[in-house]
């Protein structure tokens, strides 16, 4: 299983990027594929879910409104539209997948589901944002 993630790079402020998330040899057909992020110092948060065969989407409240998860089963590819970024949003990015991970919502709380419930990472794309 191997995911690659791109498209990170440098945006000022109210800026946009599209993250990709290629996924190979895990079918994705019932799965979620999670995006999380790392800034320095700081511990790893999840950002957005997104199952594509149902449509599901989940975000964490610091990106609702600003960030858009899409995908294409067809592809293996997953997106993650970030629109009005800010500083805050500063890190590495990364998308994973996991066998036991087939929904958004984390034991119906509405919680995103976490890091360590997934077994498959990318290798993570940085994303700067300047002021």
């Known amino acids: 299983v191997q995911l690659q993630a791109s498209g990170g790079g440098m945006v000022q402020t109210g800026g946009s990027l599209r993250l990709s998330c290629r996924v190979s040899?895990?079918?994705?057909?019932?799965?979620?594929v999670g995006w999380f992020r790392q800034a320095p110092g700081k511990e790893r948060e999840g950002v957005s879910c997104?199952?594509?065969?149902?449509?599901?989407?989940n975000y964490a409240g610091a990106v609702k409104g600003r960030f858009t998860a899409a995908g294409d089963n067809a592809e293996d590819t997953v997106y993650l539209q970030m629109n009005n970024l800010t500083v805050d949003d500063t890190a590495i990015y990364y998308c994973?997948?996991?066998?036991?991970?087939?929904?958004?919502?984390?034991?119906?709380?509405?919680?995103?589901?976490?890091?360590?419930?997934?077994?498959?990472w990318g290798q993570g794309t940085q994303v700067t944002v300047s002021s």
């Open positions: 994973a997948v996991g066998f036991d991970v087939t929904g958004c919502e984390y034991v119906d709380g509405g919680d995103l589901v976490p890091g360590y419930e997934y077994d498959y």
């Open positions: 997104i199952v594509v065969s149902r449509g599901e989407t």
């Open positions: 040899g895990f079918a994705l057909d019932g799965y979620a």
